[in-house]
């Protein structure tokens, strides 16, 4: 049998039903590349797992060897939502996955069935249309106040300090994703705006403030001095002069956080985004805008930033008009009591 790496291309190696369903995605929805190959890589999991289950395939063939060649209609018809939840349990007890990454294992095979249901028109019933996903815990997202993301902009320093500090700009002031960001180009910023290319290849424009504004002409300044392998990338490093990677940005927040006092175990450039989005939302931008600013597709995905902390609680209480009124005192007993005031006194039982 075949083995599978986790490097994988579905052009080559998903059978012919799964493909159309994964370059329906690419082409017409628009998701990127990485998202299509991650919906291949579920599916090709959850298909292993089902052969297996239906004895399909000799017991003692590891599951990671297993080909996927041969799935066709007939088996992906025979599926039914038992089947998809002993592969969830399978998924939490063998695999120990999270409830989140089961849930997108989840959307991704329903959105296959969907697919071959309502686009396609392979299937005349959706056998999982009633499938539930993995319930979620609730968490309000971490993220820096004012003080801590100005002190993590101060602690900015060294050879990288011009590039550096651009970076920790954008994401604290325009919310950037790190793959937006490592993705920008230098044609992306064009005067007070950038252009920003999120997921699913949808475009965005976000203003520049003059912070960003003058942290990127730092940057240039310094950029335009290099003798450059990537002409275009808007960040590169200095070591191979080539666009900066996802795992050079995380490092160099990790660092400039734990430069700040900060603990880097608690916080990521993705939570830089997090801070971005809620010091904004203190600060007067409605919700609707943030999800413009952010790239939201849902109004609900943005939501999540509506969080109020303790302070924000007890400045609540203290501005309603009524906190400053007190119960009046009781008269003394047995001195001027009223027979208004006894009627009182007997209804007031709950």
């Known amino acids: 049998m075949k083995a599978f790496s986790r490097h994988t291309d579905y052009r080559t190696e998903a059978p012919p039903l799964l493909r159309d369903f994964l370059v329906y995605h690419e082409t017409i929805q628009g998701h990127s590349r990485q998202t299509v190959d991650e919906y291949f890589l579920d599916l090709r999991n959850f298909f292993r797992y089902l052969k297996q289950e239906k004895n399909l395939v000799p017991r003692d063939v590891p599951l990671d060897h297993i080909s996927i060649d041969d799935v066709d209609l007939s088996l992906v018809r025979s599926v039914t939502l038992t089947d998809i939840y002993s592969y969830m349990n399978h998924l939490s007890r063998d695999r120990g996955l999270n409830a989140a990454s089961r849930a997108r294992k989840v959307a991704t095979i329903r959105s296959f069935y969907k697919y071959l249901t309502n686009k396609a028109k392979l299937l005349d019933q959706n056998p999982v249309q009633d499938l539930d996903s993995p319930r979620l815990k609730k968490s309000l997202p971490k993220y820096l106040n004012l003080d801590e993301s100005v002190e993590l902009l101060e602690s900015v320093e060294g050879k990288n300090a011009s590039r550096d500090y651009c970076i920790l700009t954008l994401f604290l002031n325009c919310g950037l994703r790190i793959s937006e960001l490592v993705g920008l180009n230098v044609t ?32 240039m300044t310094d950029r335009n001095t290099l003798t450059l ?122």
Not at 237 to 266: C, E, F, M, P
Request: net charge positive.
């Open 188 to 219: 992306d910023v064009r005067g007070d705006h950038l252009r920003v290319l999120g997921k699913g290849n949808k475009e965005r424009v976000l203003f520049l403030n003059p912070a960003c504004q003058k942290a990127l002409q730092d940057w």
């Open 229 to 350: 392998v990537d002409q275009n990338a808007l960040f590169v490093t200095l070591q191979n002069r080539r666009r900066i990677s996802k795992a050079a940005v995380h490092k160099l927040v990790k660092k400039h956080l734990a430069a700040a006092g900060l603990d880097s175990t608690q916080y990521s450039s993705h939570k830089l985004r997090h801070t971005a989005a809620t010091l904004m939302l203190q600060n007067g931008v409605d919700v609707r805008t943030l999800q413009e600013v952010l790239g939201h597709d849902h109004l609900n995905t943005t939501q999540i930033y509506t969080h109020v902390d303790s302070d924000d609680l007890r400045a609540a209480a203290r501005a309603n008009p009524l906190a400053q009124v007190k119960r009046r005192g009781r008269p003394p007993k047995g001195a001027g009591s009223t027979k208004e005031h006894t009627e009182t006194d007997e209804k007031d039982v709950d």
